[in-house]
């Protein structure tokens, strides 16, 4: 069985998220969709003492409200409330639970309580050990056939996580298209680069991979006219440390690209 972890903080972002995770998983044989919230005493400071005893039984009440809302009669959804802190309850229950993959919500809205869900997502990214997929605020489910997986081509047989790749293109069996955006490109592509793109052919032949080098000073605006002009369901990333994209969700130029991208990131964990 696939399971899919959504974290719900009954933000529209956050439903959002989770329509979309049940449309995506839709057709996936044994898939389930999980939505969980974590809870605090601030959460629900309203609450009288004789109440704070019910403050899950609260939580997953709302949690089955939505449920009902986004299920249409299915049975693969399921609801957990839990006590925590957001991103170490998350961390727990993802390695507690074997989950393929979390999919949760984002978005550049200068609103406290959307701004703390970004904050939240970027977290939840640099601590979990299984790919995290960032919902855009006003993403709606078209399909997953054709995803672009970004890479800085540098030692690519070491440092590329192929096996948790491997294992997001067998979920979803998309056309791959591997990116490489660089000021240094010209004409012919450099010996360096050649080596790489051939490495990565090896390991992701069976996939049929198409590859694109794109000359550009800028990486957000040379994704962005990829993805528009290839016309990609998600892009697929790994922000790991020191490399060309390690600052993905470190600077304001790749917090950009999370919160203002149309279709979802994918970050696959090394």
């Known amino acids: 069985m696939k399971k899919f972890l959504v974290p719900v903080d009954f933000s529209d972002t956050s439903i959002n998220a989770a329509r979309y995770a049940v449309a995506l998983t839709k057709d996936i044989p044994d898939a ?96 979990i050990d299984c790919p995290v997929m960032i919902i855009p605020a006003e993403a709606k489910y078209t399909g997953l056939k054709k995803v672009a997986f970004t890479s800085d081509f540098k030692d690519v047989a070491r440092t590329t996580p192929f096996v948790s790749l491997k294992k997001i293109l067998d979920i979803f069996h998309p056309q791959l298209d591997i990116l490489n955006v660089d000021s240094e490109h010209y004409v012919e592509l450099t010996p360096e680069y050649k080596i790489e793109r051939e490495a990565m052919e090896e390991k992701l032949g069976s996939y049929n991979p198409r590859f694109s080098f794109l000359r550009s000073y800028d990486f957000l605006e040379g994704i962005s006219s990829f993805v528009d002009t290839k016309e990609m369901d998600a892009i697929i990333t790994v922000p790991r440390k ?5 600052q993905l969700f470190k600077t304001s130029h790749t917090k950009k690209l999370a919160y203002h991208s149309r279709i979802p990131i994918i970050a696959v964990p090394v």
Do not use: C, P
């Not at 709302?62 to 399921?78: A, H, T």
């Not at 020191?242 to 390690?246: A, Q």
């Open 32 to 127: 389930s969709v999980i939505l969980y919230h974590v809870y605090s005493r601030i959460s629900f400071a309203t609450l009288t003492s004789k109440e704070e005893g019910s403050r899950q039984k609260v939580s997953e009440s709302e949690l089955n409200e939505v449920k009902s809302i986004l299920s249409e009669g299915k049975d693969n959804i399921s609801v957990v409330a839990e006590e925590g802190s957001f991103v170490e309850s998350i961390y727990d229950y993802t390695m507690g639970n074997s989950i393929d993959m979390v999919i949760m919500g984002i978005t550049g809205s200068s609103r406290i309580s959307q701004v703390f869900m970004g904050t939240n997502t970027l977290n939840v990214i640099r601590h």
């Open 242 to 246: 020191h490399s060309f994209l390690s």
